[in-house]
């Protein structure tokens, strides 16, 4: 199914694949609106040749990744992967309700230190409500009541 939005003032159709949740693809939305204002080139889903696909990602003039963004259900071990060998400079893994202090400390618990510098990795967990804040689909910007937000 096809999902028209308006994010940061820029129409974006986003395709709800087969087994593919609302809340899955309303992450997305949310992870482009917030950051494509700083990161003008971000896309979505565009594939890398890495072992794994970004759900939402930045790289720069010579390839290097700048953002990588992850949305809804997303393993420990992936998480390390990314930190440990796509040279990732920042990821943003966003959630929807979860418990935001318990993923945290997991994490630091599975990603070596030295993989984690500080303001690399990042939750953004929404408010349960969000589906309902955002169901006309025309997000200007994020607004900071909507999520919280922990560096790892």
């Keep these: 199914m096809l999902h028209d939005f308006d994010l940061a003032g820029r129409r974006v159709r986003l395709w709800q694949g087969t087994g593919e949740s609302y809340e899955h693809l309303l992450l997305k939305a949310l992870g482009y609106a917030m950051l494509v204002p700083r990161s003008p080139d971000l896309a979505i889903e565009r594939p890398l040749g890495l072992r ?16 990588w963004g992850e949305c809804g259900a ?14 990732v400079a920042e990821l943003f893994v966003f959630k929807i309700g979860v418990d935001v202090a318990q993923l945290a400390e997991e994490l630091r618990a599975a990603v070596e230190a030295k993989h984690r510098a500080p303001g690399r990795l990042v939750i953004v967990n929404f408010v349960p409500q969000i589906v309902a804040l955002t169901r006309s689909r025309r997000i200007a910007h994020v607004e900071r009541s909507w999520y919280a937000e922990v560096v790892v």
Aim: net charge positive; hydrophobic share 45%.
């Design 74 to 87: 997303v393993g420990k071990r992936k998480i390390g992967w990314l930190l440990k060998h796509a040279s």
């Design 52 to 67: 794994y696909k970004p759900d939402l990602v930045a790289v720069d003039d010579w390839g290097r990744i700048l953002i």
